[in-house]
């Protein structure tokens, strides 16, 4: 099965299972482009009784259209998106001309 793309102008949603999802926010800039993807939730559900508990979530999935304040929380597990595990890739573009 080959994957499904959808692209907007600041965020890309992957599907990459049916139901699974890998968001990755684009920055780009004349030196570099960084590219953040969301994964596993680390919400401690237990911080109250002082122990320590995930939910088992493993990607983050937007609970609605791009731009919309429930695009910001996770379908899977109803978490805000920064409980999700942030991972950055920066990718360096150099540019130079031999004259």
Same mark, same amino acid.
């Given at each position: /099965? $080959?994957?499904?793309?959808?692209?907007?102008?600041?965020?890309? @949603?992957?599907?990459?299972?049916?139901?699974?999802?890998?968001?990755?926010?684009? $920055?780009?800039?004349?030196? %570099?482009?960084?590219?953040?993807?969301?994964?596993? &939730?680390? $919400?401690?559900? @237990?911080? !109250?009784?002082?122990?320590? #508990?995930?939910?088992?979530?493993?990607?983050? /999935?937007? #609970?609605?259209?791009?731009? !919309?304040? #429930? #695009?910001? !929380? &996770? %379908? @899977?597990?109803?978490? %805000?998106?920064?409980? %999700? $595990?942030?991972?950055?890739?920066?990718?360096?573009?150099?540019?130079?001309?031999? !004259?």
């Amino acid at each position: /099965m $080959k994957p499904k793309e959808d692209e907007s102008d600041h965020h890309k @949603a992957k599907k990459v299972f049916a139901g699974h999802f890998v968001i990755k926010e684009k $920055k780009k800039t004349e030196l %570099h482009e960084e590219v953040v993807k969301y994964k596993e &939730c680390r $919400k401690n559900h @237990a911080a !109250s009784l002082g122990r320590y #508990a995930v939910d088992g979530c493993c990607e983050f /999935m937007p #609970a609605g259209e791009e731009g !919309s304040a #429930a #695009a910001l !929380s &996770c %379908h @899977a597990c109803s978490c %805000h998106r920064n409980f %999700h $595990k942030r991972e950055a890739e920066i990718e360096l573009q150099l540019h130079f001309s031999l !004259s």
